[in-house]
């Protein structure tokens, strides 16, 4: 089945430094999404991309979803403590009733 | 609006035992899911609904049933429990037209 690569697996990083993320496939993708999970919560939304090419913001937060439509990038600048948690990718790639495939997170760690 | 709400939070089961999770969601969406959630191996999804009435298997449906006799509620059903289905268990919901997931916050299951 379809499988979507996250990396890194985790992250420990000093406060203010940035982050950078990604996710690929080997398959073409439609969209992609970015969340982000918290301990003892379930993921939270944090950008949708649509297009080929397109780069948008969260606060902190850019994400990219890569002209070949296999890949995806997120980045945070600037990051605080309270961007711990796991981060996943999600896309979709037309088929199965728009149905997402989710990478396996990437954790961050951040350090005060 | 409260969105996804998902009942129990925990629940410790013993083998064999059966029960039901609850999912209900207020945004008036088309599609609900369930996933659940495992170290190390991200989300996987368990079934999916594309509207009332309607059930579908996912990645993993073995061992667990569905119903959403109302648009705004999904069930998920384990009939005989087993220590493999000892997991963190999410409901999601999805409007038409877009891709984005909406998520609950998690019922953690324990099968001993």
């Known amino acids: 089945g379809q499988q979507l690569n996250q990396s890194p697996q985790s992250m420990f990083i000093q406060e203010g430094e940035d982050v950078s993320m990604n996710c690929t496939s080997s398959s073409i993708f439609n969209t992609w999404l970015w969340y982000k999970q918290e301990p003892g919560e379930g993921p939270v939304l944090l950008i949708a991309l649509y297009k080929a090419g397109e780069l948008t913001s969260n606060g902190r937060l850019t994400a990219q979803f890569g002209i070949t439509r296999k890949d995806s990038f997120l980045n945070i600048s600037a990051s605080i403590p309270s961007d711990v948690g796991i981060y996943f990718c999600a896309g979709n790639y037309g088929g199965s009733q728009g149905n997402l495939i989710f990478g396996k997170g990437t954790k961050l760690s951040v350090k005060p | 609006n409260a969105g996804v709400t998902q009942t129990p939070k925990f629940r410790v089961l013993k083998t064999g035992q059966s029960m039901t999770l609850l999912c209900a969601q207020d945004?008036?969406?088309?599609?609900m899911y369930w996933y659940r959630q495992d170290p190390g191996m991200g989300l996987r999804l368990i079934h999916y609904s594309v509207g009332e009435g309607t059930t579908a298997k996912g990645e993993v449906p073995d061992g667990y049933n569905v119903s959403r006799l109302k648009k705004q509620n999904f069930l998920l059903g384990l009939e005989s429990a087993a220590p493999s289905q000892t997991s963190v268990y999410f409901c999601a919901s999805r409007p038409l037209g877009g891709y984005e997931q909406y998520f609950g916050p998690g019922t953690r299951l324990t099968v001993t």
């Open positions: 945004m008036n969406h088309e599609y």
